[in-house]
């Protein structure tokens, strides 16, 4: 969907390096969040945030720390890379209505960390 | 917490053959429920929902999802597959009023020959 963007689309990465990832919507969305995809593992929650001041951990949020910079804002990052870390990163948002529970995602950022 | 499981995990197809791609979940309280598809190289689209009322529900792209809630079922259908189905296809569930935290099945990788 191209209202909800992410940067970098590839990134390759070393052992130990700090990386951001960005998601970026247009969508006026509250609440947003960071999945991974592994093949054969679905996409697992990292984080989530319901707004600005809102931010919690999901799953699988060890390793990671994020940032809602502002409503349209939300980054990940990595504090120090590791390779099992290397997966699709997607970001999504969705509106803050209980009873609409859809997700819209971005198109992916790929992470491999050597 | 709940959790879905997708049994198929590679199905391979004829074109014009049907299809039926199960999911079920487990959680004691109601839910919403989702499939996604991710078509190759893409993110994730909605392909339908089930929030309340009939439990044939129809999304885009002829496909069709049942929900049965004695066996806590959500199976996705297809009366007649084509090559650009090709895809892999997640199924979710989210509590209702507990947020927006969907939980995915590790997907179906559906593959149609022609």
């Known amino acids: 969907d191209a209202d909800v963007t992410q940067t970098p689309r590839n990134r390759i990465t070393k052992t130990g390096k700090r990386i951001m990832l960005e998601c970026s919507q247009t969508k006026g969305h509250d609440r947003m969040y960071w999945y991974r995809q592994d093949p054969g593992l679905g996409l697992r929650l990292i984080y989530y945030?319901?707004?600005?001041?809102?931010?919690n951990k999901g799953e699988i949020s060890d390793g990671y720390s994020v940032s809602r910079q502002a409503q349209a804002k939300f980054s990940l990052s990595l504090e120090s890379a590791i390779p099992n870390q290397t997966a699709l990163y997607f970001c999504a948002t969705s509106v803050a209505i209980s009873s609409y529970n859809e997700q819209f995602f971005g198109p992916g950022t790929r992470l491999t960390v050597l | 917490a709940q959790s879905v499981s997708q049994h198929n995990h590679h199905v391979i197809l004829s074109e014009a053959a049907s299809l039926e791609l199960g999911c079920n979940y487990s959680y004691g309280g109601t839910v919403n429920l989702f499939w996604y598809v991710q078509y190759p190289g893409q993110h994730l689209q909605l392909l339908l929902k089930y929030f309340s009322g009939d439990p044939l529900v129809k999304g885009i792209k002829g496909f069709e999802a049942e929900f049965i809630k004695s066996k806590f079922s959500f199976n996705l259908r297809k009366p007649s597959v084509q090559w650009s189905d090709t895809a892999e296809y997640f199924c979710?569930?989210?509590?209702?009023?507990?947020?927006?935290?969907?939980?995915f099945g590790t997907g179906t990788q559906l593959k149609v020959e022609l």
């Open positions: 945030s319901f707004d600005v001041k809102d931010i």
């Open positions: 979710a569930v989210t509590p209702k009023g507990g947020g927006n935290k969907l939980t």
